[in-house]
């Protein structure tokens, strides 16, 4: 690459991130997640934690509910055990992102995160654990409301078990959390009142769900996908 071609490419991020200061947001951390994409590395190797002949990558930047979790089970359920691998995302910022799916119980307690994402329980109290990977019958209630259906339905709670995170990482499927999101989800937190951005996103990096591998940017992951030979699908 030339170094014009790579001074022009900078200058473009460059002017993006001012788009985003204008609107209200300081571009540290942001900053911070599009240097690191901007390297030559191994950025990639999640890749190879794809199992399966078949394999498909599920765009999920809302956590509807768990709705995204319950389709990449309906994929993968679809084929003998093993003989499908799937890819999920975990990204955006604001009340019906996903991102926060890709954190530990301590940080959902810690920075309210079930509040902040509108995700209440049966009582109507917001979950103050991540109800995506430790979920219990009982939570299948979020399906129902998605699907504005009665909760009473008995096959949801084993649905919305069935589909937690760990038990589709057992079948087969590897999270992504987008770090340019997370640069981002972090002032918002700060914004919030939940502290200094730079101590949040040091909490957050520290706690993720075992499996979780954090990308330099969504787009680019999907983009890598793509050239991996897997599948896309929008949630």
């Known amino acids: 690459m030339s170094t014009l071609a790579h001074s022009d490419r900078r200058g473009f991020v460059a002017r993006g991130l001012a788009v985003v200061a204008a609107a209200g947001w300081t571009t540290t951390a942001l900053g911070t997640s599009v ?7 191994d950025d990639a190797a999640w890749v190879k934690e794809v199992p399966g002949a078949r394999r498909c990558f599920f765009d999920c930047p809302q956590h ?3 709705f995204g979790l319950l389709h990449i089970l309906n994929y993968l359920s679809a084929y003998p055990l093993g003989q499908a691998g799937a890819v999920s995302s975990f990204y955006s910022v604001g ?3 996903s991102i926060a799916l890709g954190f530990n119980d301590a940080m959902w ?3 309210g995160l079930g509040e902040i994402l509108q995700l209440q ?9 991540n109800v995506f990977a430790s979920p219990t019958r009982a939570d299948g209630h979020l399906l129902a409301r998605r699907a504005q259906i009665p909760p009473s339905i008995g096959v949801l709670g084993d649905a919305f ?4 995170i760990p038990a589709l990482q057992k079948m087969g ?4 959390v987008c770090g340019n999101a997370l640069g981002l989800w972090t002032l918002e937190l700060e914004a919030r009142g939940k502290g200094a951005a730079a101590a949040i996103d040091k909490d957050l990096r520290a706690n993720l769900l075992s499996g979780v591998t954090i990308v330099p940017a969504m787009v680019r992951a999907i983009e890598q996908a793509q050239a991996a030979g897997i599948s896309y699908n929008r949630q």
Not at 35 to 41: I, K, S, V
Not at 121 to 129: E, I, L, M, S, V
Not at 161 to 164: D, K, N, P, T
């Open 35 to 41: 240097a690191a994409a901007d390297q030559a590395g």
């Open 64 to 66: 509807m509910n768990g």
């Open 95 to 97: 009340p019906a992102s």
């Open 109 to 111: 307690a810690k920075y």
């Open 121 to 129: 329980d049966a009582d109507g109290k917001p979950y103050t654990r």
């Open 161 to 164: 078990v069935g589909s937690s």
């Open 173 to 176: 499927t590897k999270f992504l």
